[in-house]
C-alpha cells in the first residue's frame, strides 16, 4: 500500500525571467516500508520535491498544482496547525550540511529532547533521558548529549540530525542527499547506519542522492528526474541491469561501478536546461545522442515498458 502519492505536482519558481518549473507535473508513489531513491543531477528537482512533501517551499518557489497524499491526506490542503502536528511526529525529513541544519547554541541532546516534548506529553526528564536513548541508536554516546554542534565531527552531528528526525518513531522519513560532503569512510558507516534504522524502525523512506552507488545500496525502487520532470522509475536492480531511457543509461555510464566491471567512464555532454526556458520536446533532447525529429518537437509521455515507467519516444 502506498503512504506517499505526488500526483501532478507542479512547483515553479518565479523569477525576474518567468517562472522556473522546477518540478514539472510529476508522479509517483512510495509504498510502506519501501525506500525509493530520487536521482538525478544539481537542479534537476529533487530537494524542490522534498520541500514540497514537507510543505517547506518558500518564496520565490511556489506550488503551482497537484497533490501529495500522505496516509490518505493531502498534505497541500492541511492548516499550519496539522502540519506542525504532522511534522517530526509522522513526517520527517534529514537535510544535507547538518552544520547549519543544527541550532548552533543548544546541546545536542536538547535539540533532540525539545522535538520530542513538541509531539508527546512527557516530563523533562523523561525526554533527555529519551534523547540519550537516540544518541545511542545512532552511534553516538550518551555521554555527548551535552555536546554543542560545533564540538561534535561532521560524520557525528549527521547523526545528531538523524537521531532527532526519528526521534518520534515518524512512519516516513524524507533523507536529502545525507551524507553529501563527508569523507567515504564516514560515508560508508552513515550508510550502515540508515540502512540498520530502516530495519530497526520499520521506516519508509525517500532518499535524495546523485551518486547512484549510494542509491544502489538503500534504495528499493527508484525515480530519475532530469529538469523538472520524470523520465524513468524502476525497481532497483532491473533499473540498474537494464536502464531504458537514455538519461539513465548515460548517468549510469557516467559513475564508476564498485562491484561490476570495469569500464570506461562516459561524460554526458553538455548541461541541464535552464528552467525558465527549457527546451520545446524532449527536455533531454540536446544532450540526447538518440535523439530524432520527434523529440525536438512532441515531449513525450511517460508509458509502461518491461515494468519500468519511461518517458522516450524511441524506447520499445
Ligand atoms: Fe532522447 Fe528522444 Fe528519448 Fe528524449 S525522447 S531521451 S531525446 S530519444
Same mark, same amino acid.
Given at each position: 500500500m502506498?503512504?506517499? /502519492?505526488? *500526483?501532478? @505536482?507542479?512547483?515553479? !519558481?518565479?523569477? *525576474?525571467?518567468?517562472?522556473? @518549473?522546477?518540478v514539472d507535473s510529476i508522479n509517483f508513489s512510495v509504498k510502506e516500508n519501501k525506500t525509493v531513491g530520487l536521482i538525478g543531477e544539481s537542479g534537476c528537482g529533487k530537494t524542490t520535491t522534498a520541500r514540497a512533501i514537507m510543505k517547506f517551499v518558500k518564496e520565490?518557489?511556489?506550488?503551482?498544482?497537484?497533490?501529495i #497524499?500522505? *496516509?490518505? %491526506? &493531502? +498534505?497541500?490542503?492541511?492548516? =499550519? *496547525?496539522?502540519?506542525?502536528?504532522?511534522?517530526?511526529? /509522522? @513526517?520527517?525529513?534529514v537535510r544535507q550540511e547538518a552544520q547549519n541544519a543544527l541550532n548552533p547554541?543548544?546541546? #545536542?541532546? &536538547?535539540? #533532540?529532547? $525539545?522535538?520530542? %516534548?513538541?509531539? /508527546?506529553?512527557? =516530563?523533562?526528564?523523561?525526554?533527555?533521558?529519551?534523547? /540519550?536513548?537516540?544518541?545511542d541508536l545512532v552511534g553516538i554516546s550518551h555521554h555527548r548529549a551535552k555536546s554543542f554542534?560545533?564540538? @561534535?565531527?561532521?560524520?557525528?552531528r549527521q547523526r545528531?540530525?538523524?537521531? +532527532?528526525?526519528?526521534a518520534c518513531n515518524p512512519d516516513f522519513i524524507i533523507m536529502d542527499e545525507p551524507i553529501t560532503g563527508l569523507d567515504v569512510i564516514v560515508q560508508r558507516q552513515l550508510l550502515t547506519l540508515i540502512n540498520d534504522l530502516r530495519e530497526k524502525l520499520n521506516l519508509t523512506a525517500l532518499f535524495i542522492a546523485h551518486d547512484l552507488s549510494v542509491i544502489s545500496e538503500t534504495c528499493?525502487?527508484?525515480?530519475?528526474? !532530469?529538469?523538472?520532470? +520524470?523520465m524513468e522509475k524502476a525497481d532497483v536492480v532491473s533499473l540498474y541491469k537494464h536502464p531504458l531511457h537514455p538519461y539513465t543509461q548515460a548517468l549510469i555510464n557516467s559513475y564508476p561501478s564498485i562491484r561490476g566491471e570495469k569500464k570506461n567512464l562516459v561524460s554526458i555532454p553538455g548541461s541541464p536546461p535552464r528552467l525558465v526556458s527549457p527546451p520545446k520536446g524532449c527536455r533531454f533532447h540536446p544532450r540526447c545522442s538518440?535523439? +530524432? =525529429?520527434?523529440?525536438?518537437?512532441?515531449?513525450?509521455?511517460?508509458? $509502461?515498458? =518491461?515494468g519500468h515507467s519511461v518517458a522516450c519516444h524511441i524506447v520499445k
Open positions: 502506498a503512504i506517499l /502519492e505526488i *500526483k501532478d @505536482l507542479k512547483v515553479h !519558481y518565479l523569477t *525576474k525571467e518567468g517562472p522556473a @518549473l522546477a520565490p518557489g511556489k506550488i503551482m498544482g497537484g497533490e #497524499i500522505f *496516509k490518505g %491526506r &493531502d +498534505i497541500l490542503t492541511m492548516s =499550519d *496547525k496539522e502540519l506542525r502536528t504532522l511534522r517530526g511526529a /509522522e @513526517l520527517t525529513i547554541v543548544m546541546t #545536542i541532546g &536538547d535539540q #533532540i529532547a $525539545e522535538v520530542i %516534548r513538541e509531539h /508527546e506529553h512527557i =516530563d523533562k526528564r523523561t525526554a533527555w533521558e529519551r534523547a /540519550e536513548n537516540q544518541l554542534p560545533h564540538e @561534535l565531527s561532521g560524520g557525528m545528531g540530525m538523524i537521531a +532527532i528526525a526519528t528499493d525502487d527508484v525515480v530519475v528526474m !532530469y529538469a523538472g520532470k +520524470i538518440f535523439a +530524432i =525529429d520527434r523529440c525536438r518537437e512532441e515531449a513525450p509521455e511517460i508509458r $509502461e515498458v =518491461d
